[in-house]
């Protein structure tokens, strides 16, 4: 690292370990100052650093470079590094200090995957915020978050894994370069595909996204707002760097915008209508990199932007209520708006801004994505950029109806439940509100993103009449459709099935199977290397965990008695069972990558 730049990533990770010796005014001082100084680090890099590579370091022959600054780094910096502040303001009441650590601790690897100039470096970072968001949903302390948290877990193990054997093969073909930037050279290569796929996995793409609706409901109420903020956005940030003009990205997009409003609009669970709507607004994003022009990639920049902030505020209302009155479906929701009005009208900003009203942030970079599907530079006939801009258009009609008017209506007005509940704790409103303004400031401000965006100039002006007049019409009718079928969508008891079914339902069975074969040959070669590279570390592993988590996490959280007694019952179990099958089939597919890495050399 040279002195004249200091990584913000880094001050978030060491500081996050400075926390649990600190207590009362002075820790929640520290955990508004850390985020603080990692926003005032990125500012300090767009307005007095010239675009250049930093933080440079040699490494076993290789340049790993820490710190590129260019404009597209930075503009997801100045968002991640806000939305780290935000958060913490958010969970300034919570006392326990692992959801801290572990909320800092992956808030700042996204700042490091932002600012990665080569493989390796984005790989370290890749890897770490999946192990530290995990923890955002394991320390919910309940047997469905901790199954939920190891389903992630094993499908970002896996991503990672992908990625890992990508950047090898990458490596092996380009002389031994790490260097990250567009793969476009190696288009189509075996290399160019796994590592593709790996970004589509924390992209939420499907069928590898189903990861997304069931880990960020069952996370703690401040962890979801951080897990709606980081891990699909850095996946966003590395797709615009490293494959923007794939056209198989098109359609994808367009099929995830689809997709996650289809879940969205039939979902009960209020916090995974959210999460089906993150991969919904995904969709946009991952479109406008595919189409690739200068418009649609500043596009996809913008709306990552600005999705950041309103899908936190949705998410931080959602929270709000069920911490204070106990309830995420839907259907057990209602009435609301009499004892939460501040609450309810924070949200509401929230939903007309992902519903790209006028004056609000995603009415300007929504419709950059939609309006590049006619851009003259994206090569593809007019029957395609049609079709591509239909399927955007019903999703947009889709996300109102789901997001901006059935979400906030059965949870603040529909039937009266009859729920005591009150305003939540006044850092939530305030986090809240923050969220809310800029949600605000960059509909009416939008010249202040535009500003930043990667390709300059931006040629573009939302606020046409044509543009006003259309959105207005589409809201308008959406809104009526909604008032005539509101009986038809009223939320229904139930969770939808989704492609997590099959590792949820196929993966204890499919063991079985597999390790009766192998331990038949304890004394032959397959059956030692069973027993001694995979079933006995994973195990030794999975005890580990559990031993730390019981010992150290929730014995300092929560306090030994009650926490360690459901640890050695019901859960200790589920937690250590997981762990071992899970476990297994990652090792199964370390040695499947291995084998596929070697063939392909």
Same mark, same amino acid.
């Given at each position: 690292m040279t002195l004249e730049w200091v990584h913000p990533g880094l001050l978030l990770i060491l500081g996050a370990w400075?926390?649990?010796?600190?207590?009362?005014? =002075?820790?929640?001082?520290a955990m508004l100052l850390l985020p603080a100084a990692a926003?005032?680090? %990125?500012? /300090?890099?767009?307005?007095?650093?010239?675009? @250049?590579?930093?933080?440079?370091? =040699?490494f076993l022959g290789q340049q790993l470079v820490f710190g590129r600054v260019d404009a597209l780094s930075l503009v997801f910096s100045y968002v991640f590094s806000a939305m780290s502040l935000v958060g913490m303001i958010y969970a300034l009441h919570v006392d326990d200090d692992a959801q801290h650590v572990a909320a800092l601790t992956y808030a700042g690897g996204a700042l490091g995957?932002?600012? *990665?100039?080569?493989f390796l470096s984005l790989y370290v970072f890749w890897e770490l915020m999946a192990i530290s968001s995990v923890f955002l949903v394991w320390l919910r302390r309940d047997a469905t978050a901790v199954a939920a948290g190891f389903r992630y877990l094993l499908v970002h193990v896996f991503g990672g894994l992908v990625l890992l054997a990508g950047i090898v093969l990458y490596a092996n073909a380009h002389g031994g370069s790490l260097t990250f930037d567009n793969l476009g050279d190696s288009q189509h290569s075996l290399a160019w595909t796994l590592i593709l796929v790996a970004f589509l996995v924390n992209a939420a793409a499907p069928p590898l996204g189903a990861w997304l609706p069931d880990a960020y409901p069952n996370a703690t109420v401040s962890g979801a707002v951080f897990l709606s903020a980081f891990t699909t956005k850095s996946a966003i940030y590395v797709l615009i760097r490293g494959f923007p003009g794939t056209e198989v990205l098109v359609w994808l997009g367009a099929g995830m915008a689809l997709y996650g409003m289809v879940y969205a609009v039939l979902e009960n669970d209020a916090r995974r209508v959210l999460a089906y709507d993150i991969i919904s607004q995904l969709g946009y994003m991952i479109?406008?990199?595919?189409?690739?022009? $200068? +418009?649609?990639?500043?596009?996809?920049?913008?709306?990552?932007? *600005?999705?950041?902030?309103?899908? *936190?505020?949705?998410?931080?209302?959602a929270g709000a209520v069920l911490q204070v009155t106990g309830r995420r479906k839907l259907s057990e929701m209602g009435g609301l708006y009499k004892t939460m009005p501040i609450t309810m009208g924070l949200c509401l900003v929230g939903a007309l801004s992902i519903s790209a009203v006028p004056l609000f942030s995603g009415f300007v970079s929504k419709s950059m994505v939609v309006s590049a599907t006619g851009d003259l530079d994206w090569q593809a006939s007019l029957a395609?950029?049609?079709?591509?801009?239909?399927?955007?258009?019903?999703?947009? =009609?889709?996300?109102?109806?789901?997001?901006? &008017?059935?979400l906030p209506y059965f949870m603040f007005f529909g039937e009266d439940a009859g729920l005591p509940a009150r305003e939540p704790a006044r850092n939530m409103l305030v986090a809240m509100g923050v969220a809310a303004t800029a949600c605000v400031l960059i509909g009416v401000a939008y010249p202040l993103l535009y500003w930043n965006l990667p390709h300059q100039p931006v040629d573009y002006h939302p606020y046409t009449a044509a543009h006003i007049t259309? =959105?207005?019409? &589409?809201?308008?009718?959406?809104?009526?459709?909604? %008032?005539?079928?509101?009986? $038809?969508?009223?939320? $229904?008891?139930? +969770? %939808?099935? @989704?492609?997590?079914?099959? /590792?949820?339902? &196929?993966?204890?069975? %499919?063991?079985?199977v597999l390790r009766g074969p192998l331990t038949r040959f304890e004394f032959g070669f397959v059956g030692q290397i069973y027993e001694y590279v995979i079933r006995g570390p994973v195990l030794g592993v999975a005890r580990w965990l559990c031993r730390f988590d019981s010992r150290v996490v929730d014995n300092t959280a929560m306090g030994a008695g009650r926490w360690t007694q459901m640890v050695s019952g019901k859960l200790s179990t589920l937690v250590s069972g997981n762990a071992q099958h899970y476990g297994l089939i990652m090792a199964a597919g370390v040695l499947t990558l291995i084998v596929l890495a070697?063939? *392909?050399r």
């Open positions: 400075v926390l649990p010796f600190l207590k009362g005014g =002075s820790k929640r001082a926003v005032v680090v %990125c500012v /300090y890099s767009g307005t007095v650093l010239s675009p @250049d590579n930093y933080g440079k370091i =040699s995957v932002t600012f *990665a100039g080569d479109c406008g990199i595919g189409i690739g022009t $200068q +418009m649609a990639l500043n596009g996809a920049t913008a709306h990552a932007f *600005a999705h950041i902030f309103y899908k *936190a505020l949705l998410f931080m209302s395609h950029r049609n079709i591509v801009f239909l399927l955007l258009t019903v999703a947009a =009609s889709g996300t109102f109806l789901h997001t901006g &008017l059935r259309s =959105s207005l019409g &589409l809201l308008a009718f959406t809104g009526l459709g909604f %008032c005539l079928l509101r009986k $038809q969508l009223k939320p $229904q008891p139930g +969770m %939808c099935v @989704d492609t997590d079914w099959v /590792y949820r339902r &196929l993966a204890d069975p %499919c063991l079985r070697m063939f *392909a």
